[in-house]
C-alpha cells in the first residue's frame, strides 16, 4: 500500500526554478521525492514535495527522512559562495589490523584547521567487513578474530570503529557510500553496519552503495563511485573510462529529460591508488587509502597510496568550474596503528575451528 505525505516548507536554496527528482533505492524502502521549486536568486522558497513510500517501517522512515535532511541541506555552493573547500577520506578499512586511525585523525586536523574544510566525501570501504573471503580472519584486529560463525558481532564492532576513527566536528558534513567490502556485512552478517553507523551520527549522510550524486551548484556534481575488480594496470585509464561513462549516462539524462548536461567531479574508491584526471569542467581522482599494504596487496606486488585529498574549487556565476586545486596529504604505514585508537570489546567466547582445521586463540 502507498503511503503519500505532503510537505510544505522552507527546504531548498536553488538559482533557477527547476524539477528535481531524487530515486532512492535502499534495502529498506523504495521512495521516489519530487520537488518542484519556484525560480528566485539563491533564497528561500517555499517547495512541495511528494513522497511515494512503498514500504514505511523504522528503517524505511529513517532513510526517508535522510534524503529528505539532504535535499534540505541545499546545493553545497549555496552555503559556500563560488568557492567551495571538501576533503576526500577513501578506503578507511576500519576493523583491518592494517588500518591507519592515526593518519586519518591527522588528515582530519589538517583539512578541518588549516583548510576550513567542512564537506567530507567518502567514497567506499568505510569498513573492511566480514567473511568476504577465506582467510580474512587473519587480516582483522585481533580482537575481531575467531567468529566467523558470529559475524554480526564483528559487524557491530567495526560500526563502532567507523565512528570511532571519522570523529565528529563541529559544523562538519560526511557524506559516504558503502563499498564491496562494507557491503560484505550485508550478505554475510544481515547487518548494514553502514547504515547503523548513519543512525547514530546525523553529521553523516549515507547515500546507497556504490555510486551516488551530490550536487554543489545546478550544473556541477560530485560523484562518488566504488567500483569492482582488482588493481588497475593503468591509473588514468580506469578513470578516464569512469568519467565518460559518467559524461554519457549525463548526456542521456539531459536528452531525455530536454535540460542541459551536468559536468562533475568524479571521487573513486577501491583502487587504494592516488591520481587525478582532468579535461574540462570534468575531473576524476583516486583518492588513496587509509590503509596499509594487506596480504593481499603483497601477494600481487601492490603498494597502497596512502592519504588524503583536499579540493578547492571555485565556480562562476553559470554554476561550472573555472578553477580547481588538487592537494594530496601522504602519510607513512604506521603497523599496528589499530592499536592506537579504539579497540572494542567482544564477549568472549570459546575457540572456534574454522574449515581449515586452524584453531582461532581468543584473548580472555
Avoid at 77 to 93: K, T, Y
Avoid at 277 to 292: L, P, W
Amino acid at each position: 500500500m502507498f503511503l503519500c505525505l505532503l510537505l510544505l516548507g522552507e527546504v531548498l536554496q536553488v538559482g533557477f526554478g527547476a524539477w528535481f527528482a531524487v530515486i532512492v533505492q535502499p534495502s529498506h524502502v523504495r521512495f521516489l521525492l519530487v520537488v518542484l521549486a519556484q525560480p528566485v536568486h539563491l533564497d528561500l522558497v517555499q517547495a512541495y514535495a511528494v513522497v511515494l513510500v512503498s514500504r514505511m517501517d523504522v528503517a524505511g522512515i529513517g532513510d526517508l527522512l535522510q534524503v529528505i535532511a539532504l535535499v534540505a541541506h541545499h546545493l553545497l555552493g549555496d552555503q559556500a559562495g563560488q568557492e567551495i573547500a571538501f576533503g576526500v577520506i577513501a578506503d578507511s578499512h576500519t576493523g583491518s589490523a592494517h588500518s591507519q586511525p592515526t593518519a586519518i585523525r591527522r588528515f582530519l586536523a589538517t583539512a578541518y584547521h588549516e583548510y576550513g574544510v567542512r564537506h567530507m566525501f567518502m567514497p567506499g570501504d568505510l569498513s573492511t567487513g566480514v567473511n568476504g573471503y577465506t582467510s580474512q580472519d587473519a587480516d582483522l584486529i585481533p580482537v575481531l578474530r575467531g567468529y566467523r560463525g558470529n559475524p554480526s558481532l564483528v559487524s557491530f564492532a567495526q560500526v563502532d570503529l567507523m565512528s570511532a576513527y571519522h570523529p565528529a566536528m563541529p559544523n562538519l558534513t560526511y557524506y559516504m557510500i558503502g563499498g564491496n567490502h562494507d557491503y560484505w556485512h550485508c550478505t554475510k552478517a544481515q547487518v548494514d553496519a553502514v547504515g547503523l553507523l548513519r543512525d547514530r551520527r546525523p553529521d553523516m549522510r549515507f547515500l546507497g552503495y556504490d555510486l551516488a550524486d551530490i550536487p554543489l551548484t545546478d550544473r556541477l556534481d560530485v560523484h562518488l563511485f566504488h567500483p569492482s575488480g582488482g588493481g588497475a594496470a593503468s591509473k588514468v585509464t580506469r578513470l578516464e573510462k569512469a568519467l565518460n561513462e559518467r559524461a554519457f549516462e549525463d548526456l542521456e539524462r539531459a536528452v531525455r529529460e530536454e535540460t542541459g548536461p551536468k559536468a562533475c567531479i568524479l571521487l573513486a574508491g577501491h583502487y587504494h591508488m592516488e591520481v587525478k584526471y582532468q579535461r574540462g569542467n570534468f575531473i576524476a581522482a583516486q583518492c588513496g587509502c587509509f590503509e596499509g599494504r594487506t596480504n593481499y596487496e603483497k601477494q600481487r606486488t601492490l603498494t597502497p597510496v596512502i592519504g588524503g585529498a583536499i579540493f578547492r574549487v571555485w565556480v562562476g556565476d553559470n554554476g561550472l568550474l573555472t578553477r580547481c586545486e588538487y592537494t594530496f596529504f601522504p602519510y607513512t604505514e604506521i603497523h599496528d596503528d589499530w592499536a592506537n585508537a579504539h579497540v572494542p570489546e567482544l564477549p568472549r567466547q570459546a575457540a572456534e575451528v574454522d574449515r581449515m582445521g586452524v584453531i582461532y586463540s581468543i584473548p580472555w
